[in-house]
């Protein structure tokens, strides 16, 4: 039998104000691009803001579209591609390469490594937190001579949702 959510669920299995999430990410994004000196231009926010609209990852053809669609903006894929590669940079974003998209970055104001829960069926993304995951790959790879200079650990399976509605 499956255990329903508990206090502990990652909010993006929980229902909840998703506006909430998005109009923090924006401020928090505003306020680290302002103490690092770098330009968050009104494209890259707007990028953002749409990377932020769920907890699924979002590709760039997929911004692309919104921005020519919804927006009227007539941006070409090198503009979003862009935008995209200075979110990265900052940390405001992480790429799920598995999807060739990308997620909104819980904690951009502290450098960390990617580890992602990804749902096979509803595609929401759940970003964990556990330092202990990234030093584990780095001693392992250590243990074998390697180097790790970056990491993105990408898991598949079923949130509790979806395993609660199959």
Known sequence: MLKP???????????HDH???VSSALAEAEAVCAQRGVRLTALRLRVLELVWQSHKPLGAYDI???LSEADGRRAA???????????QENGLVHRIASLNAFVGCNQPEQP????FL?????HTSIELEQS???????SSAASVGFSVEGQTVEVVGLC??????A
């Open 77 to 87: 894929p090198p503009t979003v591609y862009r935008a995209l590669d200075f979110l």
């Open 64 to 66: 692309l579209a919104v």
């Open 132 to 138: 202990s995951i990234s030093q584990a790959i780095v």
């Open 19 to 21: 506006s909430h999430c």
């Open 112 to 115: 960390h490594q990617g580890q």
């Open 160 to 165: 509790a949702s979806c395993q609660v509605s």
């Open 5 to 15: 959510y508990t206090a502990k669920a990652p909010l993006a299995c929980l229902p």
């Open 118 to 122: 990804i749902c096979r069926q509803c």
